[in-house]
């Protein structure tokens, strides 16, 4: 039991921080305490993505500077064989096969188990801009709210929407 | 009410850590997500493909570029959103009555200090939006320190002196440009006869092999995310700060 507890111990950490921001939206019935609700799950699913992007040995998915510049001289010295490479864009099994060009060994190859996977990375890149400007829709949405009903408190608001109804 | 939000709660938690039994231990070089086919693809052909060391560049704008590009819409999207459930005509304006909240006067050494770190921090949004290819980096990042760097000045001095330098109409302007800089990089390469985003044609127009042309038709669209990010920021504070009026700001 313990041996469980430490190895997944990440992701019972975002599943409570999960859990306190779905029960501050469930539970809370002030707007405002519901919309930190919904930015702290956003925050658990976002370091959930991340720690699965890490890897054991492995630094981030940014090639060392002399690997990139080996390509790149290689790149100069044969054009040619540039295009012949990029034509075949489908994932065939190329991870197998060493990283460099038909024709020149010189080239270094690129070990996949030294850079972690950059999907996770970009997924949350995206997901952390995207959060915010969604959370200032929420958040013009709540001050249009109090404009009207003068109040952030559910209960009030539906009384007041009531009360104007009849 | 409370009662029914704990028991939900209790239920979904003890369910999501019975199944995280599952889940790969931490940092598993053998998980399946670092195990994949996909991850290894990125890892050793992104240099070859697009000329671009920082892989998560690379798979940002160029293998997921239809992602990157909605995103940037729904950010666009969320920029007009605000506008239009916030912001109120003048004549609206007079006939609620002005609220003024007690503004402190302008602090000398907030300003002063403001003044001199805006250039700094601009300087090192383009930093990071140029630099985006060989160092953590990119459109999103150089967009949000760029606008950060406007809502600095509406904080230290006030929100007029920010919209003076940045109007709310240019701001959107200036998102509705990114977004179309990325569209039309896309476009581009459906004029000279590929598929919608799919770059290594454009060394037709540029001065560029094709795997070359991947990594500056990158940077373009990096321009135009950064474009939008920094000018939705930027017009995201300045309707909420003052709901929807634009005057005097928080």
Redesign the interface.
């Known amino acids: 039991m313990e041996e ?1 507890l430490l ?6 950490t975002y ?2 921080l ?2 306190i921001g ?2 501050a939206m ?2 809370k ?1 002030n707007l405002i305490k519901k919309l930190i609700g919904m930015s702290i799950f956003q925050s658990a699913i976002i370091l959930f993505f991340v ?8 630094t ?4 060392k500077h002399e ?2 510049h080996a ?2 001289e290689g ?1 100069h010295t044969e ?1 040619g064989s ?2 012949a ?2 034509t075949s ?1 489908e ?1 065939g099994p ?2 197998s096969e060493p ?1 460099g ?1 038909h024709g020149n060994g010189s080239l270094p ?2 070990d ?2 030294q ?8 997924l949350m ?2 997901a ?3 959060g ?3 959370l ?2 929420a ?3 709540v ?2 709210i109090y ?1 009207e009903c003068g109040s952030l408190e559910e209960d009030i608001i539906l009384r007041r929407m009531e009360l104007r109804d009849d | 009410m409370k009662g029914i939000a704990l028991l939900v709660v209790a239920v979904t938690g003890s369910l999501l850590i019975y199944v995280a039994r599952d889940l790969p231990a931490w940092a598993d070089p053998h998980s399946p997500a670092s195990d994949y086919r996909v991850s290894k693809h990125y890892i050793t052909q992104s240099i070859v493909e697009t000329s671009v060391p920082n892989m998560v560049t690379a798979v940002l704008a160029d293998y997921r570029g239809y992602d990157t590009l909605f995103e940037t819409v729904v950010i666009f999207t969320a920029g007009i959103a605000i506008f239009g459930i916030l912001r109120v005509t003048r004549s609206e304006r007079s006939l609620r009555r002005q609220v003024h909240s007690g503004l402190a006067p302008p602090d000398l050494v907030v300003q002063t200090t403001c003044r001199l770190l805006v250039p700094v921090i601009q300087l090192f949004a383009l930093y990071v939006l140029a630099h985006g290819h060989h160092s953590p980096g990119g459109g999103f990042q150089g967009g949000v320190i760029f606008g950060a760097s406007l809502i600095l000045i509406a904080l230290s001095y006030d929100l007029r002196d920010a919209l003076i330098r940045l109007s709310e109409s240019n701001a959107l302007r200036l998102a509705a440009v990114g977004v179309l800089i990325y569209a039309g990089i896309g476009l581009a390469c459906v004029l000279l006869g590929e598929n919608y985003l799919d770059y290594d044609v454009l060394h037709r127009i540029l001065p560029a092999d094709p795997v070359e042309s991947r990594s500056h038709s990158i940077l373009g669209v990096e321009t135009g995310v950064a474009f939008t990010v920094s000018a939705i920021m930027f017009a995201i504070y300045a309707s909420l700060s003052s709901r929807g009026e634009l005057n005097g700001g928080l």
């Open positions: 469980l190895a997944r111990l990440n992701y019972w599943i409570i999960m859990m779905l029960y469930i539970g019935r720690s699965i992007g890490v890897k054991r040995d492995a981030i998915p940014i090639l690997i990139v390509y790149h790149a054009k540039a295009e490479k990029s864009s994932l190329a991870p990283a060009r190859a690129i996949p188990q850079y972690e996977n950059p999907l996770p990375h970009v890149l995206t952390i801009v995207v915010v400007s969604t200032g829709v958040l013009a949405i001050q249009s404009r």
